[in-house]
């Protein structure tokens, strides 16, 4: 059963991935081969309030089937980081008087991906019992964080159960550029293949 994320009302799709996520095959990895169980469920940007709707009532259908599902949102977690290292009143000071370049180059330093965001994401992981693990926020946090780059070094770390991000754009493949995740379905730079399209998984 193939879904197109382009077609399909809200309900047929959460019907889709309640159904998928709830199965024992995707919960233990089953059929992956040795790709990481990562999972793009795109949407389109307009849908952005329906979707987050959507994604808090199969949280609920599946924690009330027995299914612990751990929420990570890049943008509160992002704000977290910025209390607890105090930089957060520095930030709401500063912000008006920096260009958006230094805003990004700044929040990139204090929000590294590999050093400080990542190892924050990972003691949640390691810290909540979990059976699979919703990603949201992504465009919340662009351009200073780029889910490629999270993907990338969550790897090694959040491969022990099912990860799905919900993207706001496309996420597409192509034997002449490879996969990339279109944020907004219009920034194409971010070169990401090792992820599978949600809606493209057999239930």
């Known amino acids: 059963m193939t879904v197109d994320t382009?077609?399909?009302?809200?309900?047929?799709?959460?019907?889709?991935?309640y159904k998928l996520?709830?199965?024992?095959?995707?919960?233990?990895?089953?059929?992956?081969?040795?790709?990481?169980p990562f999972f793009i469920c795109p949407y389109r940007p307009s849908e952005a309030i329906e979707m987050e709707r959507m994604q808090k009532q199969l949280k609920n259908k599946l924690t009330q089937t027995g299914i612990q599902v751990l929420e990570i949102n890049l943008y509160d977690i992002s704000v977290e980081i910025l209390k607890e290292n105090d930089d957060w009143d520095?930030?709401?000071?500063?912000?008006?008087?920096?260009?958006?370049?230094?805003?990004?180059?700044?929040?990139?330093?204090?929000?590294?991906?590999?050093?400080?965001?990542?190892?924050?994401?990972?003691n949640r992981i390691t810290?909540?019992?979990h059976d699979v693990i919703f990603m949201a926020g992504v465009g919340e946090v662009y351009p200073y964080i780029r889910s490629h780059n999270v993907l990338n070094n969550l790897q090694s770390t959040a491969k022990?159960?099912?990860?799905?991000?919900?993207?706001?754009?496309?996420?597409?493949?192509?034997?002449?550029?490879?996969?990339s995740l279109d944020l907004f379905g219009r920034l194409h730079d971010d070169k990401y293949y090792r992820a599978f399209n949600i809606y493209h998984c057999e239930i």
Not at 9 to 17: A, T
Not at 21 to 36: M, Y
Not at 173 to 179: D, P, Q, T
Request: hydrophobic share 35%; aromatic share 8%.
């Open 160 to 179: 022990e159960h099912p990860m799905v991000m919900f993207f706001p754009g496309q996420y597409t493949h192509s034997l002449e550029s490879g996969a």
């Open 90 to 122: 520095w930030y709401l000071e500063e912000e008006p008087k920096m260009t958006k370049e230094e805003l990004k180059e700044e929040l990139q330093s204090i929000l590294d991906i590999e050093t400080v965001l990542v190892p924050a994401i990972a």
């Open 6 to 17: 382009e077609t399909q009302p809200i309900p047929e799709r959460f019907d889709h991935l």
């Open 127 to 129: 810290e909540e019992d």
């Open 21 to 36: 996520i709830s199965s024992e095959r995707f919960l233990k990895k089953q059929g992956l081969g040795n790709e990481v």
